[in-house]
C-alpha cells in the first residue's frame, strides 16, 4: 500500500485484516516501488500480492510492475481506489480513465461502483465474495494464465471512517492456501512424449525460471543443459555453463537436431538463433508468461515450433548419449578453464621456507586484486546458499554471471519478462519479505545489480519509520555508468564521445551519503579481500559499493 486520500477505505480495512492475523500489509512510500515490492512477494510466496493506491496518475505508476508481471506470469491484484460516477469525465481532480489504464497487460478489469448506503446487506456481501474470488482466481492462473488483474473500486464522500476492534474476522486458512495458490493452466496443450534420440542431437534449453524440471528432462534425454543463470536448473551432471561458444561451433551448435525448450530464455543471441534454424526441431514447454517463447516465427512465419504443457521422457539413454553430453561438458570445462586457482595450499604446508613464503606472497596480492566483473559475479554466487536469495538486476554483471558461475542448486531471481532495469531492489526487499515471513531460519536475500540500475531505484530504499525494516544487501558494482551499451554494434562506427553521452550516461554519484541518508549501512569492497569481508557483513541494511577494474 502507498498512502492516499481516496483509497483511506481500503487502507484501514487493509490493516484490520492484518490485526485478524488473515494478512500482511507493507506500506510502501511511493506506488512504483510499492507495485515491483508487490512482484516480489509473488515471486517469492507463490501467492498474488494486492497493491492498492488512490487515485490517478497513483495508479499509472504501477504500469511498469504490472507489465513486468504480464510478461512473467507473476500473479498480482492491482486495488485502484477511484472517484464515482458523477465525477467522471467534468475534470475532477486526481481523476482520469483508469478501468482498462493497463491495457492488454490486464486479463480481468472490473469497475466497481460506488456505495450508496451506509452498511452492507447479504446480497452485496455475496456480490464482493464473488467478485473478490474472481479476480483472486484469475491473478492464481484458475481459470488461464496466472498475472495481474485489476479491481477498480469508487468511493464518495464521506470516504471512511474507522473501523472498531472486532469487525474484521480472521480467514480460515485452508480458504486462503485453496484460493492464492497459484496454478498453471494449459487449456488445449498436450503433454509429449520424448525418447533420446537414436543419434544424439538434441539439447535442453532452460530460459527464466525454467524450473527444476528442466535438469530432470535433460538427464533423462541424455542432452546437454543450457541453463541461464535465473533458470531454477543451473545445476546437474549435464550443465553445459559456457554454451554461447559452443552454440557458434559447428561440431556442436551446428550438430543439434532437436530443442527442448522451458522458461523464457533471454540472455543470449545463441539461442533464439539455434531455434530460427529449419533443420532444428523445437518443443517448447508452455511457461506463465503473457507470450510464447517462439523466436523462430519472427524468421519464418511458417515455422512449426510444437507447444506443450509437459515432457514425458521414455526410454533409456544409451553410451552414446553419454558421449554427446560429455564432449559439450568437457569442452564447456575446458573453454572456461580452471579460472585463478590463487596460491597453491600444498605451499603453505610445505617443509621448504622458500615455498611457504611464495604461498604467503601470493595469498597477500590475491587480497590486493582489484576486483573486475567476473570476480564480483563469482564471490556473490560463492557466498549465495540454499537457505538465501539472490536477485539479479538487468545490468551487465547478469551476463557475465551467466556465461561464468558454476551449477549450484539456489534461488536466483532476475525481472525478465521485460529485462527493465527499473524496480530491482524493490522487487528484491519483496522477495526478502516473503522469505522472512515463510522460514524460521532466515537466509539473506541478496541483489547484485549495476550503478545505473541502483539510481533508477533509489525510492526503493526509502522506508516508513512504522515499517518492519527486512533483510538485505544491496551490491553495486560500479562502473560510472551503463556498460551494457559498450558492446553494440553501433560503437563500431560512431564516435566515442556520442557513445559515451547518448548510452553509456556516465555518472559520478558519491553513493555513501546517499544511501547513509536514507538510512542503509555502506561498505566499499575495493579489494577481493574487502569483498570476502563485506559479504559476509551481519548489517541487516547494507549497501555495498564495488569499483569495477574494468
Known amino acids: 500500500m502507498s498512502p492516499g486520500s481516496r483509497s483511506q477505505a481500503l487502507a484501514l480495512a487493509a490493516v484490520a485484516v492484518e490485526r485478524a492475523g488473515s494478512t500482511s500489509v507493507h506500506v510502501r512510500l511511493d506506488e512504483r516501488t510499492a507495485g515491483f515490492f508487490a512482484l516480489g512477494l509473488a515471486v517469492e510466496s507463490g501467492r498474488p500480492a494486492a497493491v492498492v493506491t488512490t487515485s490517478g496518475t497513483a495508479v499509472a505508476n504501477l504500469h511498469p510492475a504490472v507489465l513486468e508481471a504480464h510478461h512473467s506470469g507473476v500473479p498480482m491484484i492491482v486495488v485502484s481506489a477511484d472517484r464515482p460516477d458523477e465525477l467522471r469525465g467534468i ?31 447479504a446480497d452485496a456481501a455475496a456480490t464482493v465474495r464473488e467478485l473478490v474470488r474472481e479476480v483472486v482466481a484469475a491473478a492464481a492462473g484458475h481459470t488461464g494464465q496466472p498475472g495481474p488483474v485489476q479491481l477498480n473500486v469508487a468511493f464518495r464522500e464521506p470516504l471512511s471512517a474507522g473501523l472498531s476492534e472486532g469487525t474484521v474476522r480472521p480467514v480460515p486458512d485452508d480458504e486462503v492456501d485453496l484460493a492464492f495458490a497459484t496454478r498453471r493452466v494449459h487449456s488445449g496443450l498436450p503433454v509429449v512424449d520424448l525418447a533420446p534420440d537414436d543419434e544424439p542431437a538434441t539439447i535442453v534449453i532452460a530460459g527464466h525460471d525454467a524450473g527444476a524440471d528442466a535438469e ?41 537436431r532437436r530443442a527442448v525448450v522451458l522458461g523464457h530464455p533471454t540472455l543470449s543471441r545463441e539461442v533464439p538463433a539455434l531455434l530460427q534454424r529449419a533443420d532444428v526441431e523445437t518443443v517448447v514447454v508452455r511457461g506463465p508468461g503473457a507470450d510464447p517463447y517462439d523466436p523462430a516465427r519472427a524468421s519464418r512465419p511458417d515455422a512449426a515450433t510444437t507447444f506443450v504443457s509437459d515432457v514425458r521422457v521414455t526410454g533409456r539413454t544409451r ?23 590463487g596460491p597453491d595450499l600444498e605451499a ?22 582489484a576486483i573486475d566483473r567476473t570476480m564480483l559475479a563469482d564471490a556473490v554466487w560463492g557466498a549465495t546458499w540454499p537457505h538465501d536469495r539472490l536477485v539479479l538486476g538487468a545490468s551487465q554483471i547478469i551476463r557475465v554471471a551467466d556465461a561464468h558461475v558454476p551449477g549450484k542448486a539456489i534461488r536466483v531471481h532476475a525481472n525478465r519478462g521485460l529485462a527493465g532495469i527499473d ?10 519479505a516473503a522469505l522472512e515471513r515463510s522460514t524460521a531460519s ?3 536475500t541478496r541483489v547484485l545489480l549495476g550503478d545505473l540500475t541502483l539510481l533508477h531505484d533509489l525510492g526503493a530504499l526509502v522506508t516508513g519509520t512504522e515499517e518492519r525494516p527486512h533483510r538485505l544487501q544491496v551490491i553495486v558494482g560500479n562502473d560510472g555508468g551503463g556498460a551494457i551499451f559498450r558492446g553494440l554494434e ?7 564521445a556520442d557513445m559515451r553521452r547518448m548510452m553509456t550516461t556516465p555518472q559520478h554519484v558519491d553513493v555513501e551519503p546517499v544511501v547513509t541518508g536514507l538510512g ?23 549497501v555495498i559499493e564495488v569499483p569495477l577494474a574494468d
Open 91 to 121: 475534470g475532477s481532480n486526481q481523476t482520469t480513465v483508469q478501468p482498462g489504464l493497463f491495457g492488454p497487460a490486464v486479463a480481468v478489469v472490473r469497475d466497481v461502483e460506488a456505495p450508496t448506503a451506509h452498511g452492507v446487506d
Open 216 to 256: 530432470r528432462i535433460a538427464w533423462e534425454l541424455g542432452a546437454p543443459l543450457v541453463a541461464e543463470v535465473s533458470s531454477g536448473a543451473r545445476f546437474g551432471r549435464n550443465l553445459v555453463v559456457a554454451y554461447r561458444e559452443l552454440l557458434r561451433e559447428a561440431d556442436f551448435g551446428g550438430a543439434v
Open 319 to 341: 553410451p552414446e548419449h553419454r558421449a554427446w553430453v560429455g564432449r559439450w561438458v568437457a569442452t564447456s570445462r575446458a573453454l572456461l578453464g580452471g579460472g585463478d586457482a
Open 348 to 369: 603453505k604446508r610445505s617443509s621448504d621456507r622458500a615455498e611457504r613464503n611464495k604461498f604467503l606472497r601470493d595469498e597477500v596480492a590475491l587480497r590486493r586484486r
Open 423 to 432: 524496480g530491482t531492489i524493490s522487487t528484491a526487499l519483496g522477495i526478502a
Open 442 to 444: 532466515v537466509g539473506t
Open 490 to 496: 553501433v560503437a563500431a562506427t560512431t564516435p566515442a
Open 520 to 542: 542503509w549501512e555502506y561498505r566499499r569492497a575495493e579489494t577481493w579481500g574487502d569483498l570476502e569481508r563485506v559479504l559476509t557483513d551481519p548489517a541487516e541494511r547494507v
